[in-house]
Nanobody
Framework: QVQLLESGGGLVQPGGSLRLSCAASGFTLDTYIIGWFRQAPGKEREGVSCISRKGDITDYSDSVKGRFTIARDNGKNMVYLQMNSLKPEDAAVYYC??????????????????????WGQGTQVTVSS
């Protein structure tokens, strides 16, 4: 069974950091482009970042560029999202998702969530003092 499982969420003060992890089971993660999305209450789902299969190309939404870093360790079947300088508006449920599309198009791909076929259950990030 193909599964993605996020972890690492929690409560952090503004300006703080968190590292989210995305673990895959049932399939080899390095055959897929991985994206991170988030959804806050009452808001639409937003694509945050994505990474190519080899991990050599990454892209970020303007809202997180310069503060978040995506990385992957294909040997461990893991993808990470390091989040620094967190703001209250970063609070949301964060999801990782896998896409089998052939061409890495960065944040353009994130604008089409339907291109991601496997999703995790999400991990809550709360940013509050």
């Amino acid at each position: 069974q193909v599964q993605l499982l996020e972890s690492g969420g929690g409560l952090v003060q503004p300006g703080g950091s968190l590292r989210l992890s995305c673990a895959a089971s049932g399939f080899t993660l390095d055959t897929y482009i991985i994206g991170w999305f988030r959804q806050a209450p009452g808001k639409e789902r937003e694509g945050v970042s994505c990474i190519s299969r080899k991990g050599d190309i990454t892209d970020y939404s303007d809202s997180v560029k310069g503060r978040f870093t995506i990385a992957r360790d294909n040997g461990k079947n893991m993808v990470y999202l390091q989040m620094n300088s967190l703001k209250p508006e970063d609070a949301a449920v964060y999801y990782c998702a896998a896409s089998a599309v052939n061409f890495f198009s960065g944040t353009s791909l994130l604008r089409i969530p339907a291109m991601f076929h496997s999703w995790g259950q999400g991990t809550q990030v709360t940013v509050s003092s």
